[in-house]
Nanobody, 124 residues
């Protein structure tokens, strides 16, 4: 599956952004999906995950209560609604997919397919 992330940008603290991930090439509904983020010099960290059907959702502690992950299998898309953004949310955000991983897996090396990343900058 090929992934393309979009929706990043510059936003003030307290604002919102919605990231999207478009998938192509394989049966999207067979894939566990996730969002990760990375800042320079840091490991890529798990933000949110969603099962193949979309029934099971998983969040990092930092994302819980502020971010919402969702997917539309009919449109081959996944989204991350980010509210109450903080400067520490500034990062490049990546979408990821894998057919074999368990939904909610936070280890980035377990995911085989990655989007190109979209930059989110939150100003204070």
């Amino acid at each position: 599956v090929q992934l393309q992330a979009s929706g990043g940008g510059l936003v003030q603290a307290g604002g919102s952004l919605r990231l999207s991930c478009a998938a192509s090439g394989r049966t999207f509904s067979n894939y566990v999906m996730g969002w990760f983020r990375q800042t320079p010099g840091q490991e890529r960290e798990f933000v949110a995950g969603i099962s193949e059907s979309g029934d099971s959702l998983y969040y990092s502690d930092s994302a819980k209560g502020r971010f919402t992950i969702s997917r539309d299998n009919a449109r081959n898309t996944m989204s991350l609604q980010m509210n109450s953004l903080k400067p520490e949310d500034t990062a490049v955000y990546y979408c990821a997919a894998d057919r074999r991983v368990r939904a909610g897996t936070s280890a980035p090396w377990m995911y085989k397919a990655w989007g190109q990343g979209t930059l989110v900058t939150v100003s204070s």
